[in-house]
């Protein structure tokens, strides 16, 4: 995924660790095309999104599943979680931040980044 010309690039340093870290484990299990969208003063629903794409139903379940386990493990817990049955996009609502977990197709049909153009973004470097 190519970074729009007049994206606005995000201070990383100031997002929450466990926002970080959604990421993180996203890369983990291989999820690509991960963008982190700063919506603090933008939105009041919440203050980021963490977009993510899995190549599979399965691995979209997998990516979803990894970020809760490991998140939990640390105290963070999901307030809410859709999608896990169909694995087409999973959202997992933490609050303060939301983790999208796409298939390619809903990535494109539904494209969050584009919605939200306005936001400053970080797209985290693949490993």
Known sequence: ??????????????????????????????????????LR????ATDFFVLVSGT????????????????KKTGVRPTHVEGMRGARWVL??????????FHPQARGFYQLENLWGDAPRWDPPPE
């Open 56 to 71: 599979s139903d399965v691995q979209v379940k997998a990516i979803a599943d990894h970020v809760v386990e490991e998140l």
């Open 92 to 101: 997992l609502d933490y609050v303060d931040f939301v983790v999208h977990v």
């Open 1 to 38: 995924m190519t970074i729009p010309v007049e994206a606005i690039v995000a201070d990383v340093s100031t997002f929450p660790e466990e926002v970080r870290r959604a990421a993180e484990l996203a890369l983990e299990r291989k999820g690509h095309d991960i963008v982190v969208l700063d």
């Open 41 to 44: 003063g933008i939105s009041t």
